[in-house]
Structures are given as structure tokens and as C-alpha cells.
């Protein structure tokens, strides 16, 4: 019962913090121009939903969603906002990255790897971010803002939020199959190196 309680007013108090940031983010966007297009979600709401997801812990304290950020000026709204939204995946893949080579160095040892198979395994972690890029085609952006500029250009800022463990869990999927790929007949060494737990 008591778990209970601190649960709700744990939950009480991320939504009081996040509409708080919310509140002030906003004021700070509309004070510097920014606008959100037409038809969306008032600027408010789409700050307080991601907020709300920034705030969010896991058992561990980690958090449960992953953000990254986008900002592009071009002459045309919509060129702005998929050149935002590819910085913006750029950011978030570098992340996951850091996530996988981390797991991939700590496991290496005990995949049992000769030094041409952990070469290639090395070169491949170089280029990663690249297969990382693809697991996250299908990711809509949490809030996009947009200011028309003086020289007529237009500035488009997005944040992403991602599912910590589920975009992780895509994205080792794809490094494996990668990786299978490299290390032709070695499945137990590539189970080895990236466990999907």
C-alpha cells in the first residue's frame, strides 16, 4: 500500500516538474520566435509530453527514454525539417552506439576471438552508426518548432524520444545480423558478443 502512494506521488511530482519545464521551455521558444505548424499540438503540450518521457526512471534510475536534438536552417520549411530530423537521428545513433561498443569491448574476451575476427569486428564498430541510422527510420519526432528568420530562411528545431530498451533491442538485432555476416559460421561467438538480454 505504501509502495502504492510513493508510486503515485512519484509520478505526481514528475508531471508537476515537467509541466513546470514545459511552461518555461515554451515561453523561451515563443520569446525567441519559434512557432509549432499548423494543426499540432499547442507548443505547451508538446514540451510537457516530452518532458514528462525526460523525467521518466527505470528500476535502475536510468532513463527510460532515450532524446536527441535536431536544428537546420534551409530556405524551405520542409528541407529544414528533414535535414533537423536526420541531425537529430545522427545524435541518437552515436548514443545507441556508445551503448553497443560498450557491451560488444566488455564481451570480446569472452567471445573468444582471434585477432582477424576481432580486427573485423573493430572495423566493423567503426562504421556502426550507419546500420544504427536504419533501425530508426520509422522515428517521429516528440516536438517540432519552426521560425520563419530574417533573411527568409526558416529554422527548424526537433526533439526525439525513443523507448531506451526497445531501440536498443532493434538496434543489437541489426548489429548481430551485421555482424553474422562478418563472421561467417561463428554464431556462438556473435551470441557471445552481443547477447540480446
Do not use: C, H
Not at 29 to 48: D, H, I, N, R
Amino acid at each position: 500500500m505504501l509502495a502504492q502512494t510513493t508510486e503515485k506521488e512519484a509520478k505526481k511530482e514528475i508531471q508537476r516538474k515537467a509541466i513546470k519545464e514545459a511552461r518555461k521551455e515554451a515561453k523561451r521558444f515563443k520569446k525567441a520566435g519559434y512557432e509549432v505548424t499548423p494543426g499540432s499540438l499547442p507548443m505547451e503540450k508538446q514540451l510537457e509530453y516530452t518532458w514528462i518521457r525526460l523525467y521518466q526512471r527505470d528500476d535502475k534510475g536510468q532513463a527510460l527514454y532515450l532524446s536527441a536534438d535536431g536544428n537546420a536552417v534551409a530556405e524551405t520549411r520542409t528541407a529544414a525539417e528533414m535535414q533537423a530530423l536526420e541531425a537529430a537521428k545522427l545524435n541518437l545513433a552515436g548514443q545507441l552506439e556508445t551503448f553497443i561498443r560498450a557491451i560488444i569491448e566488455a564481451n570480446i574476451a569472452n567471445a573468444q576471438l582471434n585477432n582477424e575476427e576481432a580486427t573485423s569486428v573493430t572495423e566493423f564498430l567503426a562504421g556502426a552508426k550507419n546500420v544504427i541510422v536504419t533501425t530508426l527510420s520509422q522515428v517521429e519526432p516528440a516536438f517540432k518548432i519552426y521560425r520563419n528568420l530574417p533573411n527568409k530562411n526558416v529554422e527548424v528545431n526537433i526533439k526525439l524520444l525513443v523507448n531506451r530498451d526497445q531501440v536498443l533491442l532493434e538496434a543489437k538485432k541489426q548489429i548481430r545480423q551485421e555482424l553474422k555476416e562478418r563472421l561467417k559460421g561463428l554464431q556462438e561467438k556473435v551470441d557471445k558478443l552481443l547477447p540480446l538480454q
